[in-house]
């Protein structure tokens, strides 16, 4: 009896290795849906009809559906490092960057991404990546970190554009060769020729600056601590406060379908100016925290980001043509 005892086990563990070593198909797996309201955003974008947005611990999400789901992309490596900024070159070519001069690019609309640059031994943050034509690139960060890259973000140039190393914040501009920066202590630069050279603006606001946005080729509005938001008619020869009704700071934006501009900041704070930076309303959105970014994928519809996700917000006040 033993011996037919060990005669069966011997049998059955034999049955089992063999299942465990055949080969088969394993089920497919069922795509990943994240629940975007639980992991803190730093920047959004809309993408031809995809919206990409980037934050924590190296988090790249994107949907295809106005943000009702949300996708995470593959990061190649993946680093638990915050990603600051987000660009699009392209319909299929974007950048993303982030602190320890991390920075990723994708050739196939976001889904995949992959490591261009890392600075681990510096441990300073890039703070945005700006783009005119797809081809030349610049990220900029803490302390006037400023590179620049002439191939789409594939390899980048270390270049000094601010001597007094303060932060640098913001960037916009246009194919027309004409570029602002903004920083802290209120700096403002501003070029002529694609950034080639670039010059100081007269101060004139001393708190931190977090955002400039081209309304036209005259047009420019920036803006930053404690609700100071300023407009310029002239490219920055004379600027104009936009005076609020709170003194929350601004840190993203977003420009409407119809030409409008969309401020989001601490407080859940929202402002809507129109196409030439003049106040139309300022809210206060409830249960957001602070806002980080926006992004508009429709006529009638804004994404707000932050610390506390996205989250989808539909506004009569906001929709194109109000």
């Given amino acids: 009896m033993r011996q037919l005892i060990g005669y069966a086990m ?6 089992t290795v063999g299942y465990a070593f055949a080969p088969r198909s394993p089920a497919p797996l069922a795509e990943t849906r994240l629940h975007a309201d639980r992991v803190q955003i730093n920047d959004m974008l809309v993408n031809d009809r995809q919206l990409v947005a980037v934050g924590e611990r190296g988090t790249i ?13 593959v ?20 950048l993303a960057v982030g602190h320890d001069g991390w920075i990723l690019r994708s050739e196939d609309a976001g889904a995949n991404w992959h490591e261009v640059g890392y600075d681990a031994e510096s441990g300073e943050p890039l703070l945005g990546v700006w783009s005119a034509d797809g081809h030349k690139v610049a990220a900029f960060g803490s302390y006037g ?7 789409g973000g594939r390899s980048w140039t270390p270049r000094e554009v601010n001597p007094d190393g303060l932060h640098l914040n913001g960037m916009d501009g246009d194919v027309d060769g004409r570029r602002m920066l903004v920083g802290e202590q209120g700096l403002v630069m501003r070029s002529n020729d694609d950034g080639a050279t670039w010059e100081n603006l007269t101060p004139f606001y001393n708190g931190s600056l977090f955002g400039v946005v081209r309304l036209s080729d005259e047009n420019w509005l920036v803006y930053g601590m404690r609700g100071h938001v300023f407009r310029t008619d002239d490219f920055g020869r004379s600027w ?20 409008g501009l969309v401020l989001v900041g601490a407080d859940s704070s929202v402002v809507h100016l129109d196409a030439s930076g003049k106040l139309l309303d300022s809210s206060r959105r409830s249960g957001l925290g602070t806002l980080t970014s926006a992004a508009a994928p429709s006529q009638r519809l804004v994404l707000f980001g932050g610390e506390r996700g996205v989250f989808q917000g539909a506004d009569e006040h906001l929709a194109a043509g109000h």
């Fill in 75 to 94: 990061v190649e490596p993946q680093r638990a490092i915050s990603l600051t900024g987000v660009t699009a070159l392209s319909d299929q070519v974007l």
């Fill in 145 to 151: 970190r400023f590179f620049e890259s002439d191939d």
């Fill in 61 to 73: 999400l994107t949907s295809a559906d106005h943000g009702l789901s949300w996708q995470s992309a």
């Fill in 240 to 259: 104009q406060r936009v005076g609020l009704d709170h003194h929350n700071p601004l840190y993203g934006h977003v420009l409407l379908p119809d030409g």
């Fill in 10 to 15: 011997s049998a059955l563990v034999m049955v």
